[in-house]
């Protein structure tokens, strides 16, 4: 029987997104701003914070690397807070109470470095709703590792096939399956409902 939900938040519960700081930057030039996002403070860089380096020294050794960029890479820490969006993923909030209100547990898995995290733990709601999280940052490992999987296994006594994973990206999705999840790629709120509901009606 599956009785359990597992989030994503970044783009599932929250909205983060660093365009909210370089479009502006770059004067509205969103193909500047996408291009630097992709060559210089890329995700794979962002993932190294999110895995549990400091911000500090991710900062200077890519500013070290491309120093005609250090004013902008600055920026990805000193401005870090202007790329929430402090409204929600539409509808999802009130979908997880709605399913808190039914007796599933829900719980918390996120990239996301322990230096910005809590900064914003404070803002949403949802994340009061969940029964628990893990958050990378805290653990050294990052999604789709299994390592950080089995951290929320253990932690929360879950068994990964009584679980449903939500996450927008792909290949954490996959990650999720290979440890034992059921797992759905996250759009919208409205997509979501339809599969997930079929999952957790399933067996009952």
């Not at 190294?48 to 911000?55: E, H, S, V, Y």
């Not at 250090?70 to 009130?94: Q, R």
């Amino acid at each position: 029987m599956i009785d359990t939900v597992v989030f994503d938040y970044g783009a599932v519960l929250v909205d983060w997104n660093p365009h909210y700081v370089y479009d502006p930057w770059f004067k509205g030039d969103v193909a500047k701003a996408d291009w630097f996002l992709k060559n210089i403070c890329t995700m794979d860089w962002n993932v190294q914070m999110d895995a549990g380096k400091p911000f500090s020294e991710g900062v200077a050794e890519l500013s070290a690397r491309y120093p005609e960029w250090k004013t902008e890479i600055e920026l990805y820490f000193d401005h870090w807070f202007d790329m929430i969006n402090p409204v929600p993923i539409p509808g999802m909030t009130e979908y997880v109470k709605e399913l808190k209100a039914r007796g599933v547990k829900l719980y918390g898995l996120s990239n996301w470095s322990s230096e910005t995290f809590p900064r914003v733990r404070h803002l949403f709601e949802v994340f009061d709703v969940l029964d628990g999280m893990v958050v990378s940052g805290y653990e050294g490992f990052i999604k789709p590792d299994p390592r950080l999987f089995q951290i929320l296994f253990d932690r929360f006594h879950l068994n990964p096939a009584e679980c449903v994973f939500i996450d927008d990206n792909l290949k954490n999705v996959e990650g999720a399956r290979a440890v034992g999840m059921n797992a759905i790629q996250f759009t919208t709120k409205e997509d979501l409902v339809g599969p997930l509901e079929s999952l957790l009606s399933a067996g009952k």
